[in-house]
Structure formats: structure tokens, C-alpha cells
T-cell receptor, first 117, second 115 residues
Framework: GDSVTQMEGPVTLSEEAFLTINCTYT??????LFWYVQYPGEGLQLLLK?????DKGSNKGFEATYRKETTSFHLEKGSVQVSDSAVYFC????????????????FGSGTQLTVLP | DTGVSQDPRHKITKRGQNVTFRCDPI?????LYWYRQTLGQGPEFLTY????????KSRLLSDRFSAERPKGSFSTLEIQRTEQGDSAMYLC?????????????FGPGTRLLVL
């Protein structure tokens, strides 16, 4: 079945440092790939997504590129801020066998990011 | 803001009691998902509705769990005879099922603690 392997945390960085969180996946077909972020006490928020190979998703300074050849979707940010402290989840959604098929998300285990001032 | 809402946000119950959670999706969304998230883990899929039809259920969804989505609007998730292992965050997500372009939007979750 589908699976997502995510860089284990926690990750602690100083403000303005470069961030990379690795994510690799196993899936049949052509999944869509997502990064969600969860701030303390809150639900999941969509950070960015990519729906086909070589697509780059970007939002709030974060970027990730859908690499089919390496089955990866690594999250990067050039300069992190204290407000980026949260748990980051990589996820995939299967392509489904028909338009009515469920496309539930399969998540990685999450990476806790702490950014220190 | 007309995002996904869930009620209650927190629920403490004693083992053996029944609990029911409600999810109100984004109004035009035809798909609704339930997930369960335990501490330190990513969410795991429980069940899925397209409009009012429950089309898929995970093996995680034991016979004690039941979900409904009458009239294809809000959904309820009921857990009967709760066990301590049911303690988790229960998340609801909704989406507009455009083929190949689906994005799920999550509610804030209901945190359940079974004593």
C-alpha cells in the first residue's frame, strides 16, 4: 500500500537558518503530494501541494518539488522564523481508480520544528 | 470564515460510555473524511463520504464506530462502549472532488480522552 517516510525530528534551528525536511513516498500510479502544518492546539493547515511530476508547490516562503524519479517531496525554506515553529506533515493522496474513489491522505509521522530567536 | 468546524473541541468520558462528534464541512464540498491522530503520529484514515453515501471504511474502524452524513451535509462519528485506546484526536476534512485536483481542508479536531 501507499506509504510516506518523513525525516524524523525534532528539528531545532536558529532564526534565519535554512530548513530542509525530507519526505519520500511509495505509491502506485500518480499521487498528489502535500505538506500540511499543525500549530500547537490547532488542526492541520495545508501549506503547499503538487499534483504531478516536476511541479513545485510554494507558499509563505516554503517550497517543495515533486520528484518522481527519486519519489521525494522535500520541504525547504531559505530563512525560518520563530513563527514557523510547528509540526510538519508530508502526505500523499492516491490517484483513485474512478472519479468516485476515496482519495484519503496517507501521512508521514510528522516533524517537529522549533525555531529559536 | 466558513471553514470546517467540529464540535466539541474536547471530550472527556469514562470507559464504556458512548460519545458522538459532529463535523460541519465547507458548504459546497461533497466529500467528507474522518481521520484519527494519536500523539506523535500522523493522522490515519477512518472513513469517507461522497455526499450522503459512506463509500469506504478503514480496517481501523471497528464495529463500535459508526459514522453518518444525512443529506450530505454535516457528519457525525459515534463511538460506542469507549475504550482507553480510543483516546486520540479525531479530525474531519472536506473537499470538492474534482478529479486529480482534490485538496482536503481540515477542521480543528475533537480531542477525546477516555478515562
Amino acid at each position: 500500500g501507499d506509504s510516506v517516510t518523513q525525516m524524523e525530528g525534532p528539528v531545532t534551528l536558529s532564526e534565519e537558518a535554512f530548513l530542509t525536511i525530507n519526505c519520500t513516498y511509495t505509491a502506485t500510479g500518480y499521487p498528489s503530494l502535500f505538506w500540511y502544518v499543525q500549530y500547537p492546539g490547532e488542526g492541520l493547515q495545508l501549506l503547499l501541494k503538487a499534483t504531478k511530476a516536476d511541479d513545485k508547490g510554494s507558499n509563505k516562503g516554503f517550497e517543495a518539488t515533486y520528484r518522481k524519479e527519486t519519489t521525494s517531496f522535500h520541504l525547504e525554506k531559505g530563512s525560518v522564523q520563530v513563527s514557523d515553529s510547528a509540526v510538519y506533515f508530508c502526505a500523499l493522496s492516491g490517484s483513485g481508480v474512478s472519479s468516485g474513489s476515496a482519495r484519503q491522505l496517507t501521512f508521514g509521522s510528522g516533524t517537529q520544528l522549533t525555531v529559536l530567536p | 470564515d466558513t471553514g470546517v468546524s467540529q464540535d466539541p473541541r474536547h471530550k472527556i468520558t469514562k470507559r464504556g460510555q458512548n460519545v458522538t462528534f459532529r463535523c460541519d464541512p465547507i458548504s459546497e464540498h461533497n466529500r467528507l473524511y474522518w481521520y484519527r491522530q494519536t500523539l506523535g503520529q500522523g493522522p490515519e484514515f477512518l472513513t469517507y463520504f461522497q455526499n450522503e453515501a459512506q463509500l469506504e471504511k478503514s480496517r481501523l474502524l471497528s464495529d463500535r464506530f459508526s459514522a453518518e452524513r444525512p443529506k450530505g451535509s454535516f457528519s457525525t462519528l459515534e463511538i460506542q462502549r469507549t475504550e482507553q485506546g480510543d483516546s486520540a484526536m479525531y479530525l474531519c476534512a472536506s473537499s470538492l472532488g474534482r478529479y486529480g485536483q482534490e485538496t482536503q481542508y481540515f477542521g480543528p479536531g475533537t480531542r477525546l480522552l477516555v478515562l
